[in-house]
């Protein structure tokens, strides 16, 4: 399994942006998928975004799609998740994953990690 440390969490008002970063150990970064997922207190964890090994293909959830940005720095065993325009219900813990393949990153990625408080204001 891939181990993943998030960071770039923090309160915001609405409207402002925050960007978060995870980095991955180094072994397995290069050939994972990686994701984006978020849970708000009483709700279930949600796929945000997902990223290709290469950067090249990304796929969004709806709620956030032209409001956020994955990308990865395969150099630095590092993914990104900027986040432009927010809103309250934006609130949440922001969690980062990885998986091989584009199904499981999106549905059910094997490795997770702790999390990074993003909390907005109105």
């Known amino acids: 399994q891939v181990q993943l440390v998030e960071s770039g969490g923090g309160s915001v008002q609405a409207g402002g942006s925050l960007t978060l970063s995870c980095v991955a150990s180094?072994?397995?970064?290069?050939?994972?998928?990686m994701g984006w997922f978020r849970q708000a207190p009483g709700k279930e964890r949600e796929f945000v975004a997902a990223?290709?090994?290469?950067?090249?293909?990304?796929y969004y959830a709806d709620s956030v799609k032209g409001r956020f940005t994955i990308s990865r720095d395969n150099a630095k065993n590092t993914v990104f998740l900027q986040m432009n325009s927010l809103k309250p219900e934006d609130t949440a813990l922001y969690y980062c994953?990885?998986?091989?393949?584009?199904?499981?990153?999106?549905?059910?990625?094997?490795?997770w990690g702790q999390g990074t408080q993003v909390t907005v204001s109105s």
């Open positions: 994953a990885s998986d091989q393949t584009t199904g499981a990153v999106i549905t059910r990625p094997r490795s």
């Open positions: 180094a072994r397995t970064f290069m050939t994972a998928y």
């Open positions: 990223i290709s090994r290469s950067g090249g293909w990304t």
